[in-house]
């Protein structure tokens, strides 16, 4: 198993819903991919510690089934338009790819 957790920072002059609409997209559309198992998104809780990153809008988390299944989701057109239509409100992203199970 993999999981994809993905961090977006965006841009102060991004539209004040931008964080909605990605967090929307991600559960409505990404969320339709077939090699997605289960997917997650969030703002953060803003937690007040000092090893506590408060700073991004929105994370994504998602399960894949194996190394093929995350490729395939990094391919797939529903996954290229969301890119397309956020990207440009977006100041950096962290991505962690991590090995489960």
């Known amino acids: 198993m993999i999981l994809h957790s993905v961090f977006f920072y965006l841009k102060e002059e991004s539209p004040a819903e931008t964080a909605d609409l ?4 991600i559960l409505q ?4 991919i077939a090699s997605v198992r289960e997917i997650l998104a969030g703002p953060p809780q803003g937690i007040d510690r000092n090893v506590v990153d408060n700073d991004y809008a929105m994370s994504l988390h998602a399960k894949f089934d194996d190394l093929e299944g995350l490729q395939a989701y990094q391919t797939d057109p529903v ?11 977006f100041e950096r992203i962290k991505v962690y790819d991590t090995r489960t199970g």
Do not use: I, Q, T, Y
């Not at 559309?29 to 339709?32: A, E, P």
């Not at 996954?79 to 409100?89: C, M, T």
């Open 22 to 25: 990605m967090k929307e997209d």
């Open 29 to 32: 559309k990404l969320s339709g």
């Open 79 to 89: 996954h290229v338009a969301f890119v397309d239509r956020f990207k440009p409100f």
